[in-house]
């Protein structure tokens, strides 16, 4: 009696006709709930994506500058000769620039008879750039090392130090620091 209970069971669910639902596929409810959340998730995706792209695009142009002072510094041991790191503010052609070179000429700038060992100038595209306030050496826009690697002022025993200050778009800047043993940090 028992067997026939099961098996009555099992034929008359596929011949009885159900009254709930099917549950093949999805309701209109569920599909807009679904939407909604994707396009939450996808709206706070995008927002920080387009503030992380313009912080790494600053970050990046204080490692290439913390580079170049690096190399004028490495430069000034190597080559036993004073270096010199000079510093521009932004102006029409672009964002700010930072040239290393032995002054040959001892004008505290890098042009005419010097030798220029590196170059990096901010493109005007670029969400970074320095502004004339931001640049904090006390020989104003320059600074050199001497032949041991220690930055230097302008009399060229004193040593100097100093710091650099990226600016960024919505506030967000960093500082390249050059201590007075010749440390370079970014912060």
């Known amino acids: 009696m028992r067997a026939m209970n099961y098996i009555s069971l099992f034929f008359d669910k596929k011949t009885k006709k ?3 639902r099917s549950d093949k596929g999805f309701t209109l409810v569920e599909l807009v709930v679904a939407i909604t959340i994707i396009v939450i998730i996808t709206t706070i995706a995008i927002s920080s994506v387009n503030t992380l792209i313009p912080r790494s695009r600053v970050k990046s142009v204080s490692r290439e500058i913390a580079a170049n002072i690096n190399n004028a510094k490495n430069e000034a041991i190597k080559r036993n000769l004073e270096t010199l790191v000079v510093f521009s503010a932004a102006s029409a052609t672009n ?3 930072c040239t290393t070179c032995i002054d040959n000429n001892a004008d505290g700038s890098c042009s005419g008879p010097d030798t220029i060992l590196r170059s990096y100038t901010i493109k005007n595209d670029s969400p970074a750039s320095i502004s004339s306030t931001s ?3 006390a020989n104003g826009y320059h600074f050199s090392f001497n ?3 220690l930055p230097v002022a302008d009399d060229g025993i004193s040593t100097s130090s100093g710091k650099i200050k990226i600016n960024g778009k919505n506030g967000f800047s960093i500082s390249v620091e050059v201590s007075s043993v010749g440390r370079i940090k970014i912060n």
């Open 95 to 97: 964002k700010g620039s």
């Open 18 to 20: 159900s009254s709930s």
């Open 147 to 149: 032949p041991r690697g």
């Open 135 to 137: 640049i904090g050496f």
